[in-house]
């Protein structure tokens, strides 16, 4: 069965601060993954996604995330975040979009 | 971009009635959408997989009597509550894709409070 673990559930940095959030899948076959972002009062935005080809995935906003398929992880990174970036994060895999249970992520100004 | 319209975007509705949520691709056609439910501070839990033109896939756990799925065209798929129950209440949520090669396009939500 598809499973994705996030392991951080509330986030807090200070403006400038680097960001990785963890994202771990058990799959046994092909996998596509995703992140979304939801922003406080809107619906669901696609960050990136990872298909096949380069495993380190650049997307919106700054935000990158490296597949490593022998950890079953798909991280999302930023190096300098902002205010702005005041969210909740989700990461997802597969056909069915299987989520995470979402990293609420505060950026202090 | 491809566009997902969910309406209406709340909905108040009373216990024992039912209460039909409609999802749409705008510019594109969507041969599979997904129904999600998110409660508060959680994550989205899939309900179903609604498939044009033949009968949804429902996960585990979710009664397909209950919540109704019709997927008539490839720019629209219903759901349907019925008989709604005030632990109903949800935020509901749907996505399209058309091949999934573009990722998937999420609605912006139906808020359904059953009093």
């Known amino acids: 069965a598809q499973s994705v673990s996030q392991h951080n559930h509330h986030v807090i940095l200070s403006e400038a601060a680097s960001l990785e959030l963890g994202c771990n899948y058990s799959y046994g076959g092909t996998v596509n993954l995703f992140w979304y972002v939801q922003y406080p009062g809107q619906h669901l935005q696609l960050l990136l996604k990872y298909f096949s080809g380069d495993p380190l995935v650049k997307g919106i906003k700054g935000f990158e995330a490296e597949f490593i398929k022998s950890k079953f992880s798909f991280n999302l990174r930023k190096p300098s975040v902002q205010w702005s970036d005041t969210a909740e994060y989700f990461c997802?895999?597969?056909?069915?979009?299987?989520f995470g249970k979402g990293t609420r992520l505060h950026i202090l100004p | 971009g491809a566009v997902v319209s969910q309406h209406p975007s709340r909905v108040i509705c009373k216990s024992g009635t039912s209460v039909k949520i409609e999802c749409r691709s705008l510019d594109f056609q969507a041969t599979t959408m997904f129904w999600y439910r998110q409660f508060p501070k959680q994550s989205l839990m899939l309900m179903a997989t609604s498939n044009e033109g033949s009968k949804a896939t429902y996960e585990q756990g979710v009664e397909k009597d209950k919540f109704l799925i019709n997927h008539a065209s490839l720019t629209l798929s219903t759901l349907t509550v019925t008989s709604a129950h005030p632990e109903d209440s949800s935020f509901y949520i749907c996505?399209?894709?058309?091949?999934?090669?573009?990722?998937?396009?999420f609605g912006s939500g139906t808020r359904l409070t059953v009093v």
């Open positions: 996505s399209a894709s058309d091949t999934g090669a573009y990722g998937y396009t």
């Open positions: 997802a895999v597969n056909d069915k979009i299987i």
